[in-house]
């Protein structure tokens, strides 16, 4: 049961990602799940374990992890 929470809570992030960038009407739903998944990964890692969490992800820095990655995928891929 956990990681259907894990799941869920990863696409609320990255949809949260996607539409503070301006991509979430680009990004299907397991893009959101990946995007909020690495995001928090990275976030995380950069950034430390700090204020609230939700299924064991630190929602601040998951957020901001994952607007920073969906931010340079999309510079990467859509540089036009």
């Given amino acids: ?5 894990v799941l869920i809570v990863g696409a609320i992030i990255g949809a949260i990602a ?5 991509k979430g009407k680009s990004m299907g739903w397991i893009s959101n799940i990946v995007a909020g998944l ?7 890692a950069v ?19 994952a607007v920073v990655l969906v931010w340079l995928v ?7």
Avoid: D, Y
């Fill in 38 to 44: 690495v995001g928090s990964s990275i976030g995380e």
């Fill in 18 to 22: 996607g539409a503070i960038t301006s």
């Fill in 47 to 65: 950034l430390g374990a700090w204020g609230p969490q939700l299924a064991g992800m630190a929602i601040i820095p998951s957020i901001i992890g």
């Fill in 74 to 80: 999309s510079f990467v891929l859509f540089r036009h």
């Fill in 1 to 5: 049961m956990h990681w259907l929470w």
